[in-house]
């Protein structure tokens, strides 16, 4: 069965630069989620999406961003990276009907990020 | 608030002993879900149940069952006849029923079975 995709894998950024995560949903999911893990921490919220719109806030720092685009898919952009910004970056995606998650959320294999 | 908290740090059981992972949960919430996830070293989360207030059953899943008890706020899990595979580091975690959109895990339990 189709998983969450999140793109890419692994990347290397230096202080101060842009990053921009990728984030494919499971078919037919239409809500997505992106979470903040760092090193040896849980997972911490950072933002929500459902059907293109902002459903939920968490500490997402104002540096970054993110968008739902009309195939579904997401991206979190980063700006002006800090050596704390490395971590993993997990999206996650579930079914709402009508705002309400109406499935688990399923997470993709996550995104290391290295700033340097 | 919501929080999870997960007391153990770290467990370190032998191949084929029982253990069980702890966890204890807050909200004012009257409806809400428990899930528990799995961290191996790859890195991945992996789903492995989600429990709704209302459904105080137990489950149990092959060497997997989880007892969830709403009188004391915990959703334990337990692995009989524990394997080196199931070294890992595992999440317990809450969310409001429906109208919540995001999670709070708890810090986790680094389980590492010795073979």
């Known amino acids: 069965a189709a998983g969450v995709i999140q793109s890419p894998r692994h990347l290397i950024k230096e202080k101060r630069e842009t990053a921009t995560l990728k984030c494919y949903p499971i078919?037919?999911?239409?809500?997505v989620y992106w979470y903040q893990q760092g090193p040896g921490q849980d997972p911490q919220f950072l933002i929500s999406?459902?059907?293109?719109?902002?459903?939920d806030k968490g500490s997402i720092p104002d540096r970054f961003s993110a968008q739902q685009f009309s195939d579904y898919h997401s991206e979190l952009n980063m700006s002006s990276l800090e050596l704390g910004d490395s971590a993993l970056y997990f999206c996650?995606?579930?079914?709402?009907?009508?705002?309400?998650?109406?499935?688990?959320?399923?997470f993709g294999q996550g995104t290391r990020l290295t700033v340097v | 608030a919501q929080k999870v908290t997960q007391a153990q740090t770290e467990i370190s059981v032998v191949e084929k002993e029982d253990v069980t992972l702890d966890c204890v949960y807050e909200?004012?919430?009257?409806?809400?879900?428990l899930f528990w996830y799995k961290q191996p070293p790859s890195g991945e989360l992996v789903f492995l149940i989600r429990r709704n207030s209302f459904d105080e059953q137990n489950e149990i899943s092959g060497r997997y069952s989880w007892n969830f008890q709403k009188s004391t706020s915990s959703f334990n899990f337990t692995i009989t006849a524990s394997q080196v595979v199931d070294s890992a580091v595992y999440f317990c975690?809450?969310?409001?029923?429906?109208?919540?959109?995001?999670?709070?895990f708890g810090p986790g339990t680094r389980l590492s079975v010795l073979p």
């Open positions: 996650a995606s579930s079914f709402s009907v009508g705002g309400r998650r109406r499935t688990e959320a399923f």
């Open positions: 975690a809450l969310s409001e029923a429906d109208y919540g959109q995001n999670f709070v």
């Open positions: 078919p037919r999911h239409d809500t």
């Open positions: 909200t004012r919430d009257t409806t809400y879900y």
């Open positions: 999406f459902y059907e293109k719109m902002q459903s």
